[in-house]
């Protein structure tokens, strides 16, 4: 997950570092232009997955992958606007937002990342005997992924 | 069954792929339909496109069946058993008709949950970027003056990535032997192809050649 991201974030430094005279520096700007792609496709699958994943029962996890979805597509119409016209050949906004998001949605990822495996270790120091005493089995269910049961996929 | 599942998927996602291929060429051809009816020709491309997206959503919710038990025909009872077992074990221990049905409780329960909105702007940071690439991406291609460069720019090489990645990866991904062998050759297959089109548009002609063979293997003309 954090791999891509950096990618992404490589990719456009580099291209802002050009600062618009693609002419003279074809290579590095191609070569920045395909790291990004590399960096950005596969962000999407293993975001999504990562949601379905995370989500306890299926109720809540359909309710979590359509929300992801729906709020995730927002971010197509902030970046059919980002490039403005009178901005060219440089497009600071539009490549320094992508930098910026890119960048933001690294430390996301890890953030979450670290959640759960926080999250999980925490539960591996229970015992499971003790917590199906503690609730019932319809408290666990209630409970979704904060339930002690429930093991985080990284 | 699990084993088909990664299969299953890649192709679900190639199509996608291909629709986008698809996609100039159809709308090019409905294009020519300017005028017609009084419509322009953008019109009818809104038009028939949705027409085709929405016949096709309302049979969705008559052709898509809720559970194995309604599978019938392409199901041995076997499989249609596996498969409720499979449900009954993610659930959590019971079956999907017992429980009541989604509740103001569960819809709360997600949206009150912090990590759900981290996700969801992860996803809407790499939708804004992807969106702005697509839209930056014929500038950049056209900024560029030599004109056996222009000519590959437009079958851009991200879609190679993607392509490749889930026609050649996820069938490989069933066989567990082949798994590492596919991994590998992507990644060294990406990179390559990559500086052969920066070589490319340079203007190096032999370059060109090996990444329109590397694209196109058949013989073209």
């Known amino acids: 997950m954090a791999i891509p991201l950096l990618l992404i974030v490589i990719g ?20 920045a232009i395909i790291l990004t792609c590399i960096g950005i496709y596969p962000t999407h699958p293993g975001t999504t997955s990562w949601t379905m994943n995370n989500l306890a029962p299926s109720n809540r996890r ?42 933001t949605a690294l430390i996301a990822a890890l953030v979450l990342e670290l959640s759960f495996m926080w999250g999980n270790k925490r539960r591996e120091a229970m015992d499971e005997t003790e917590v199906r005493e503690k609730y019932t089995d319809e408290q666990l269910l209630e409970m979704g992924d904060k339930s002690p049961l429930f093991k985080y996929t990284l | ?10 192709v679900f996602y ?12 159809l709308a ?25 997206t929405v016949v096709l959503g309302v049979l969705c919710f008559f052709l898509l069946i809720d559970s194995p038990q309604l599978s019938g025909k392409w199901l041995t009872q076997d499989e249609i058993r596996y498969l409720e077992l499979q449900h009954f074990i993610k659930d959590g221990g019971e079956f999907k008709d017992e429980r009541k049905k989604t509740s103001w409780k569960d819809i709360s329960a997600v949206l009150s949950n912090w990590k759900m909105y981290l996700l969801a702007y992860i996803l809407l ?6 969106y702005g690439l697509s839209a930056i991406y014929p500038t950049i291609a056209f ?36 798994r590492g062998r596919s991994h590998l ?13 920066a070589h490319a548009v340079r203007g190096d002609s032999a370059a060109a050649d090996c990444n329109r063979i590397l694209h196109h293997p058949r013989p073209q003309g």
Not at chain 1, 15 to 25: E, F, N, T, Y
């Open chain 1, 12 to 31: 456009y430094s580099i291209i802002l570092g050009l600062k618009g005279d693609l002419q003279a520096h074809i290579g590095p700007g191609f070569f």
């Open chain 1, 62 to 103: 359909a309710i979590g992958s359509a929300f992801n979805i729906c709020v995730g597509n927002i971010g197509g119409i902030i970046g059919s606007y980002m490039y403005l016209d009178d901005e060219a050949p440089n497009y600071p906004t539009g490549f320094g937002l992508s930098l910026a998001f890119g960048g």
């Open chain 2, 1 to 10: 069954m699990p084993r088909d599942l990664a299969t299953r998927i890649a």
């Open chain 2, 14 to 25: 190639c199509f996608s792929a291909l629709s986008g291929a698809f996609s100039g060429l």
């Open chain 2, 28 to 52: 090019a051809g409905i294009a020519k339909m300017d005028g017609v009816g009084g419509y322009e020709g953008w019109r009818w491309i809104f038009l028939l496109e949705g027409l085709v």
């Open chain 2, 125 to 130: 940071c790499q939708s804004a970027c992807s």
């Open chain 2, 143 to 178: 900024s560029l003056t030599n004109p056996n460069a222009q000519r590959y720019q437009i079958y851009p090489p991200y879609l190679d990535e993607r392509h490749g990645l889930q026609g050649h990866q996820c069938p490989a991904h069933d066989r567990p032997a082949v």
């Open chain 2, 185 to 197: 050759r992507h990644l060294l297959f990406g990179p390559v192809r990559s500086l052969l089109l």
